[in-house]
Structures are given as structure tokens and as C-alpha cells.
């Protein structure tokens, strides 16, 4: 099974999605403070449908490292995807849903210093993946492999989505394994997040300005 598959085939569990928090103050780069909640919805379907939402859970530890955690639920989905935000950019540890738990390592980074963040910049690697099941007696290996990776922002431009209007990049992401390649868009916004993530999602709100 190709290990690209496996690592999207991972089960969600059935949540329900709180209401957003009051209005927030972040001005960092990549906004990573606890507390911080981005809604979205699948591109194309209205704003009225079921959202998904992304919110900052705090520090945490993940494989021995500090990180921290970003949860992702709704629609049946619960992900929580641990990350370290500093001067390097933002490195992706892994992530982990009630069934299973996925490590990235070395981790994989998802974007570089904001001096380096410009139309033409590239920037990959490859990881060591490990896939584990999370089960009632503990961890059951399901998959390991090598998965090599590569963004390349294509340009910088104004769009408008129904959270607003943002200047984003728009990045691609190239993911290969020994037997596939996925090919995903992001568009970010400094100071703002993502405002279409790697599953086709558009910002419809946020708790922060």
C-alpha cells in the first residue's frame, strides 16, 4: 500500500464542533497562540454548511519534543497535528487521531522564516514516516517508509474569500512516496493562517484579527 495512501486513509471519529471564542489580538507571522480558532468550508459549498474548524490547543509533547497542538475537527473528523513554531518556520512533528498516530522524522517542514517566504522560494526535504494504530493495548505498527516533499511558492496575490479579503501566497506541495505523488495548493496569508488548506477548505471566520 502506498504509504501516501495510508497516511490519508486514517479513520476519523465522529466530534461536534464548539462556537468560536471572542475576538483575539495576534500578530505573529504564523499565529500560534492557544486559543486562536479558524472556521472553514469546502471550497464551492456554501458558508452555511457544516464547518470545519482548526484551534490552538497549547504546547504539548509529541515523540519527546516540545510542540504544539493544533486540533482540526468537524464532519466526523478529530485530528490533532503537532507542530514547532520559532525562527526556523514551522515544522510539522506528526499527527495523531483517535485510531492512529503518525511521525514525521526528521520533521517536515511546512514553511520557512518569513525573510525567505517570497514568489520562486522552494524548499523540501524527505522524512522517515512511521505509522502507528492506536489501540486498547497500546501502539500496532501499520506502515513506515520514506516520504520526500517539496513546496514551491508560485506567486503572491490579493483573493477574496468569505472571511475576507488577504494577501496570500499561493504554495505548492508535492509529496512522493516509493509508489505515488500527491500534488496539493495552500494559499497563506502572514498573520492570518491558511486561508485555503491542503484539503480544498476556505476561511469563513476567525477569532482574531
Known amino acids: 500500500m502506498a504509504l501516501a495512501l ?6 476519523p471519529q465522529v466530534t461536534q464542533a464548539p462556537e468560536a471564542r471572542p475576538l483575539l489580538e495576534e500578530k505573529a507571522f504564523y499565529p500560534a497562540s492557544t486559543g486562536l480558532e479558524w ?5 464551492g459549498e456554501p458558508i ?4 470545519y474548524r482548526m484551534r490552538v490547543e497549547g504546547p ?3 515523540e519527546g519534543q516540545e510542540a504544539l497542538r493544533f486540533r482540526v475537527f468537524g464532519r466526523g473528523e478529530d485530528r490533532t497535528y503537532f507542530r514547532q513554531v520559532g525562527a526556523f518556520g514551522v515544522r510539522l512533528l506528526g499527527f495523531q487521531e483517535p485510531s ?3 511521525v514525521f522524522s526528521p520533521p517536515l517542514l511546512e514553511y520557512p522564516p518569513e525573510a525567505l517566504l517570497a514568489p ?12 502507528e494504530l492506536l489501540t486498547p493495548s497500546g ?10 516533499y517539496e513546496m514551491e511558492v508560485l506567486e503572491e496575490r490579493e483573493v477574496r474569500v468569505p472571511a475576507g479579503t488577504f494577501r496570500i501566497y499561493r504554495i505548492r506541495q508535492t509529496f512522493r512516496d516509493s509508489r505515488s505523488q500527491d500534488i496539493r495548493e495552500v494559499w497563506f496569508a502572514p498573520r492570518v493562517g491558511e486561508v485555503r488548506t491542503r484539503e ?10
Open 120 to 131: 520562486g522560494q522552494r524548499w523540501g526535504g524527505s522524512t522517515e514516516v512511521r505509522v
Open 200 to 209: 480544498g477548505r476556505i476561511l469563513v471566520e476567525r477569532n482574531f484579527r
Open 60 to 62: 504539548a509533547a509529541y
Open 6 to 11: 495510508t497516511l490519508a486513509a486514517c479513520a
Open 139 to 148: 501502539r500496532e505498527p501499520l506502515a513506515q517508509g520514506t516520504l520526500a
Open 100 to 102: 492512529a498516530r503518525v
Open 39 to 43: 472556521v472553514y468550508v469546502p471550497e
Open 48 to 51: 452555511s454548511s457544516p464547518p
